[in-house]
């Protein structure tokens, strides 16, 4: 029997579905151990999976009805790239980013993230 792999895209949309029900341990699932967050020029942010663990801990907590989604999303290897959307609340503010996943052995090792100016 063959065993299917999953695409750089759909583990990048299996986060962004965890992200949305808001569970913490599903979404670090989908993260390597050693995973960094970056700012575009490269800056690390987040330095492994504890403070990703924090961080999403305290977002879900202050908005609990936090949701984010891919506007556009278009992947080369292993890297896939994502216009999201993230919404506070229902109707309320929308703050909008490039999503920049690397993705190695089936995890997101990298993440680098902008937001417009």
């Given at each position: 029997m063959r065993v299917r792999t999953i695409?750089?895209?759909?583990?990048v949309q299996a986060q962004l579905d965890a992200y949305n029900a808001r569970d913490v341990e599903l979404l670090?699932?989908?993260?390597a151990d050693d995973c960094a967050?970056?700012?575009l020029?490269?800056?690390?942010?987040?330095?492994d999976r504890a403070?990703?663990?924090?961080?999403?801990?305290?977002?879900?907590?202050?908005?609990?009805?936090n949701r984010a989604w891919s506007a556009n999303r278009f992947s080369v290897g292993n890297i896939v790239v994502d216009?999201?959307?993230?919404?506070?609340?229902?109707?309320?503010?929308?703050?909008?980013?490039?999503?920049?996943?690397v993705?190695?052995?089936g995890k997101i090792a990298r993440l680098l993230m902008g937001r417009p100016d």
């Open positions: 695409s750089p895209s759909e583990i670090l699932s989908f993260y967050f970056m700012d020029a490269g800056n690390v942010t987040l330095g403070a990703v663990r924090a961080l999403f801990g305290k977002t879900f907590a202050q908005h609990p009805q216009h999201e959307i993230i919404e506070r609340e229902p109707g309320g503010e929308r703050i909008e980013s490039a999503a920049i996943y993705v190695k052995d």
